[in-house]
């Protein structure tokens, strides 16, 4: 807060706005206060829900007013304190040991490890002046410091997994409606949003150039078209959990919202986040549909591998019609240093190489003072190229390998946990079950090789961790099943 008000005093402020910002920060630290002690001492969903709700409309509050601090120091705000009165009434109520069922599946040891070396690498990057204090929010996202705490409140308050489809009703209600305005934004066009007062070059990356074509790549409500493109994945993925939990065929009205968030989604011309989504939906369909007996070689699953086929194919043929959709898509079978699709997937390769050559010079990382460091290389060294679009990689060169390692297991032992009992999983609850290990492999672990905009996107940042609450969940509700009931 005395960083923030410090900031306030050195921005050109009149007295009199000063004084007065000053308060409203004051006041509105009270109330944060004051909802987290009520929400946070019964239940962090609601908590979980409003910082989400943030999250959502942060980048159409922040495009349209110019605040005196991101909303991002909010939302950590309310998460933080939840946490403190989440954790006061799991001991008052002496339901702490609840909390060390989480441990069985991502060990107390890992949490221990990862906290000691992420803020091992902070403090000694703060007491060396290497970074200032206004640094630290974007840091702490970056890492998921805080946003990794969600798991375990997660874990611990969801008493019903009817909670779970509760939220992603409204998760697809909420696609719906950022996916017509990121519609109506493409309809419109740059020229005409700018003309309305909304400067879309505040956005990262709105104005696309490829040769002599220039695409205009929707936002909606969110920073850029990386969150949105995001957000449209998370919401199809629930849209489809949805579906096929229903078992309903499909009607006028779902095919209609299917259709408004494949076209939300397209509008946002990220070819990375289109593969996903077609990755993710495939695993959730080819896993729901497997025999428990037979596997992944059923005729179930084979009947409906050749519907998803089916789907893509029709679904590429019709964005093969658009001209702006067919540049992006053959621009990907041409991975050259040109400016086409392909060449996002030329300097990755570049980007990966570059950091890799690093990694075996400096195996514990750069530091927290990583882009001044390269900056000294390149000086140095002549010039090259590392960029976070590799993200993982660039977690690494960052805080070394033993912390990214550790960051990694976070992910990767919730979803070994879950594997091994994939064939109890009860029949309505599969699509679930699946949907939630698809988005975290394939949206998660392997997005992680490129840019990872689900994990560093808001509010799907939120999203992943929560899912990986829920995933524990299932998995601790069928372990508690198979215990046998001790003898009178």
Not at 260 to 269: E, K
Request: hydrophobic content about 55%; glycine content about 8%.
């Amino acid at each position: 807060m005395i960083r923030v008000a410090t900031l306030i005093w050195k921005d050109g402020y009149d007295y009199q706005t000063q004084i007065s910002l000053i308060l409203l920060l004051i006041t509105g630290l009270f109330l944060l206060l004051v909802f987290s002690y009520v929400f946070g001492r019964r239940s962090f969903l609601p908590i979980f829900g409003f910082v989400f709700a943030i999250g959502y409309l942060q980048g159409a509050i922040e495009l349209l007013i110019d605040l005196p601090m991101g909303l991002g120091v909010i939302k950590y705000a309310l998460l933080l304190g939840g946490g403190i009165f989440w954790a006061l009434r799991m001991m008052d109520s002496r339901r702490l040991t609840k909390v060390f069922h989480l441990f069985r599946y991502v060990p107390l040891w890992l949490w221990i490890l990862f906290y000691g070396l992420f803020f091992w690498m902070l403090a000694r990057s703060l007491f060396a002046g290497e970074i200032q204090y206004a640094e630290i929010i974007p840091i702490i996202s970056e890492w998921s410091v805080l946003n990794m705490l969600v798991m375990l409140v997660i874990f611990t308050d969801i008493r019903s997994l009817e909670q779970v489809y509760g939220f992603l009703g409204v998760l697809v209600k909420l696609g719906i409606l950022a996916a017509i305005i990121g519609l109506m934004q493409y309809l419109l066009g740059p020229d005409r949003l700018l003309a309305l007062g909304i400067d879309i070059y505040k956005t990262d990356f709105s104005l696309l150039k490829t040769g002599d074509v220039q695409i205009f790549r929707a936002f909606s409500l969110f920073p850029s078209h990386y969150e949105f493109a995001a957000f449209m994945v998370a919401s199809l993925v629930a849209k489809v959990i949805l579906h096929m939990r229903a078992g309903s065929r499909l009607n006028l009205v779902s095919g209609l919202s299917y259709l408004v968030l494949v076209a939300g989604l397209a509008v946002t011309f990220n070819v990375t986040l289109w593969m996903l989504a077609i990755g993710i939906l495939f695993m959730t369909m080819w896993g729901s549909s497997a025999s428990v007996r037979k596997g992944f070689y059923s005729s179930r699953m084979l009947k409906m591998i050749g519907w998803t086929v089916f789907i893509f194919l029709l679904l590429l043929l019709i964005g093969m019609l658009v001209p702006a959709i067919r540049f992006r898509i053959l621009g990907i079978f041409q991975p050259t240093s040109e400016n086409t699709a392909g060449a996002s997937l030329y300097w990755r390769v570049v980007i990966a190489r570059n950091i890799l050559d690093l990694l075996r010079e400096f195996p514990l990382g750069l530091g927290l003072a990583i882009n001044s460091k390269l900056a000294e290389m390149q000086i140095t060294r002549g010039w090259f190229i590392i960029t976070s679009d590799s993200f993982y990689l660039w977690l690494t060169l960052m805080g070394g390998i033993p912390l990214f390692f550790c960051y990694l297991l976070f992910i990767v032992l919730p979803l070994r946990a879950a594997y091994k009992i994939r064939n109890r999983i009860l029949e309505v609850e599969r699509p679930l079950f699946w949907a939630i290990w698809s988005f975290l492999f394939v949206g998660i672990i392997i997005d992680g090789l490129s840019n990872s905009a689900l994990i560093n996107g808001s509010p799907t940042n939120l999203l992943v961790w929560a899912s990986i609450g829920v995933l524990l969940k299932m998995v601790e509700i069928i372990k508690l099943k198979t215990i046998p009931s001790s003898p009178p």
